[in-house]
């Protein structure tokens, strides 16, 4: 038995799925312990070294730190492509948290355990229920199983056409975040416009005051009525993630 072959597989399995496990929405959450998601790696490259070990390449020692390091890449960008996601629909809810006046009201947000605005947390765990409710996390898992056939190890390579795509989506999270965000910008600019005619007609009407407690009642009737599309919504924006991952892999090979 080659066992500084098979410990060198091992590392090479192990690097991609712990990668995944801390760059991929909910796998790597921060209010997941550390100690889970050691375990959880731990058991994943257990159950994934037999089904894939013959398609591993027998590497020397000398060889197996960059063979690592291109499987932490292949796991870093499958979960940074769906985590883009989220990172756009928490700008979304930064956006119209300004625009209604809570950017000030911040909590523990459990996904990356900083704080955040309030409605930015609520779009947030929104976004997760839908993630988990589509089953992506399983699709993920899936992905990455495939990954080994797509990607064999040994193969993956850096390239600045990589770098692009990964920018380019990096980029999208400004329109995600604006798509979503665009009902609370338009009623709230609405709202500004009428407050505005009202302040002219009655100067002694204290604005400021009127359109927080408005822009804080029309949100919540926004927010109510937006929501049912939400799931269409964000199923595409998953959806356009997955197929950038496979480009992604595609590239490295």
Partial sequence: MDLQGIIGQLLIVGARVSAL???????????ISPR????????LTALLYPVVSPELPRVASQGVGQMVAGEFLVGLVMGIAL???????????????FQVGHSLANLINPLNDSDTPLL????????????????IHHWL???????FDYCPPGSVTAT??????VARAAGGMLVM???????????????????GLVGRASPQLPVMLVGISVKSVVA??????????WPGLIEKYFAEALVTIEHLLRLAR
Avoid: C, H, W
């Avoid at 600045?160 to 795509?165: G, I, N, S, V």
């Avoid at 919540?220 to 599309?229: H, K, N, S, Y």
């Fill in 177 to 195: 975040g604006v798509q979503i965000a665009l009902p609370m910008l338009l009623v709230t600019m609405l709202i500004d416009i009428a407050l």
């Fill in 120 to 135: 930015a947390n609520f779009y947030q765990m929104v976004a997760l229920l839908i993630f988990l409710q589509l089953d």
């Fill in 160 to 165: 600045p056409q990589m770098a692009e795509l």
């Fill in 83 to 97: 985590q883009f996601v989220f990172e756009g629909v928490e700008l979304a809810g930064q956006i119209a948290g």
């Fill in 36 to 43: 889970i998601k050691a375990g959880f790696t731990v058991v």
């Fill in 141 to 147: 898992l899936r992905g990455l199983a495939r990954s």
């Fill in 21 to 31: 496990m801390v760059f991929a929405p909910f796998l790597g959450s921060a209010s």
């Fill in 220 to 229: 919540f009737v926004v927010i109510m009525g937006t929501l049912r599309f």
